[in-house]
């Protein structure tokens, strides 16, 4: 059973508009959230993390929200650029666990010229 | 600086047979992770060393795998006898306590 969830496979957007990218999860004892980027035939790159007691992070054209409420959180990305084409992971973990993700299906971003 | 380096980049095997993958982490990481993603799913925890003691193996799943970390440096991840459930790529991980930096993988494909 799933516990992190991206349920778009695939998203395509215009180069210059926002890409926003959505990830839910099950297990409310998750309390910290990473995004990873990962281009064919190469292993996932850090993108930008959050930490549950925050509910935006934002570093450059990156933003991650988080609602625990609705235990969601999405990655926008803005403006979108045609080299960030590429799967994006969304991962969590506990804290002390010693960064054993749980990790997404991922979603697959083209951003077009 | 060099980073997680995987060997090989691709292995195709028989069932039956054994193959061994080797991960070199980023020097000096004392944090090594194994992770693994078959065809259609996400990517799932194997085990993670630190230094050359397993942190925690409970996502290995069964004993025809075993991963060694030798020195505490790199380490090796054996497969025997493979299955054809066992395809998939085979990523690895190093970190100093923060963000994880992965290898490009192996990607095994047992026939």
């Known amino acids: 059973d799933q516990q992190v969830k991206q349920n778009s496979p695939s998203l395509s957007v215009q180069e210059g508009r926002i890409s926003i990218l959505n990830c839910d999860y099950t297990?409310?004892?998750?309390?910290?959230f990473l995004w990873y980027k990962k281009y064919p035939a190469e292993g996932p790159t850090f993108l930008i993390s959050?930490?549950?007691i925050k509910d935006k992070n934002e570093d450059g054209r990156f933003t991650v929200f988080l609602n625990k409420s609705a235990k969601h959180l999405s990655l926008h990305i803005v403006p979108s650029q045609p080299g960030d084409s590429a799967v994006y992971f969304c991962?969590?973990?506990?804290?002390?666990?010693?960064?054993?993700?749980?990790w997404g299906l991922g979603t697959s971003l083209a951003v077009n010229p | 600086e060099a980073g997680v380096t995987q060997f090989p980049s691709h292995s195709v095997i028989e069932k039956g047979q054994t193959v061994t993958l080797r991960c070199d982490p980023i020097?000096?990481?004392?944090?090594l992770y194994w992770y693994r993603r078959v065809m259609g799913k996400e990517i799932k925890f194997l085990l993670h060393?630190?230094?050359?003691?397993?942190?925690?193996e409970s996502g290995m799943p069964n004993n025809r795998f075993l991963a060694e970390r030798t020195g505490g440096t790199y380490s090796t991840l054996k497969v025997q006898p493979a299955e054809l459930e066992d395809s998939g790529v085979y990523f690895c991980?190093?970190?100093?306590?923060?963000?994880?930096?992965f290898g490009s993988g192996t990607q095994l494909s047992v026939l």
């Open positions: 959050i930490s549950s």
């Open positions: 991980a190093s970190s100093q306590g923060g963000k994880l930096f």
């Open positions: 991962a969590a973990s506990r804290t002390g666990n010693n960064r054993k993700l749980i």
């Open positions: 060393f630190v230094k050359e003691s397993k942190q925690d």
């Open positions: 297990n409310s004892m998750f309390d910290y």
């Open positions: 020097s000096g990481h004392d944090n």
